[in-house]
């Protein structure tokens, strides 16, 4: 079963730091571009970040730029994105999500989710 | 960035009944690269149609869409318990990926 699955995720002050993670099974993760997506308690869906298979290429929303770096481990199956300067409006769900053809897609894997909350 | 407005914001139906849920794009969505997803409460989306109007696997065939240009449309022909959720149009024509702000389908 194709398969993604967060963790990182918790509680933190304004200004502090995460590193979310996303580990992939029953696919091969290195032949796929990956995504974040985040929503806001009870909003709707905001695409945060993509990185293709070979992490050469890199967007991410004007949102967070600056302060999210998304990265990748092949080796280990696993997306990364760490998140700094974190604001309360970041507070969400993050998914890591699988973008089904291209770098710029529709995301046809997805995570459980894993939430972020900042609060002092 | 392309804005999506989806259309009505709720939508109260009874099951059997048939659903049409509307999206609109600011400007084009050039080759039809748009999506459709369904969120139930708690859970992560799933993919249900992708360029406008290829089914995703698994999905089955009373959900279908239509539309191109500024003007996209999903329609669950018949209404199952099991399809009252939120629903979301994504484009993925021009970066930034963007979606729209969501239809709640309600039981009426």
């Known amino acids: 079963e194709e398969q993604l699955v967060e963790s990182g995720g918790g509680l933190v002050k304004p200004g502090g730091s995460l590193r979310l993670s996303c580990v992939a099974s029953g696919f091969t993760f290195s032949s796929y571009n990956m995504n974040w997506v985040r929503q806001a308690p009870g909003k709707g869906l905001e695409w945060v970040s993509s990185i293709n298979s070979g992490s050469a290429a890199i967007y991410y929303a004007d949102s967070v730029k600056g302060r999210f770096t998304i990265s990748r481990d092949n080796a280990k199956n696993s997306l990364f994105l760490q998140v700094r300067s974190l604001r309360g409006e970041d507070t969400a769900i993050y998914y890591c999500?699988?973008?089904?053809?291209?770098?710029?897609?529709?995301?046809?894997?997805w995570g459980q989710g894993i939430m972020v909350t900042v609060s002092s | 960035e392309i804005v999506l407005t989806q259309s009505p914001a709720t939508l109260s139906l009874s099951p059997g009944q048939r659903a049409t849920l509307s999206c609109g794009a600011s400007?084009?969505?050039?080759?039809?690269?748009l999506a459709w997803y369904q969120q139930k409460p708690g859970l992560a989306p799933r993919l249900l149609i992708y360029d406008a109007s290829s089914r995703a696997t698994g999905i089955p065939d009373r959900f279908s869409g239509s539309g191109s240009e500024t003007d996209f449309t999903l329609t669950i022909s018949r209404l199952e318990p099991e399809d009252f959720a939120v629903y979301y149009c994504q484009q993925y024509a021009i970066s930034p990926i963007t979606f729209g702000q969501g239809t709640r389908l309600e039981i009426k």
């Open positions: 999500a699988r973008a089904g053809r291209w770098l710029v897609d529709v995301f046809d894997i």
């Open positions: 400007e084009s969505v050039s080759s039809s690269y």
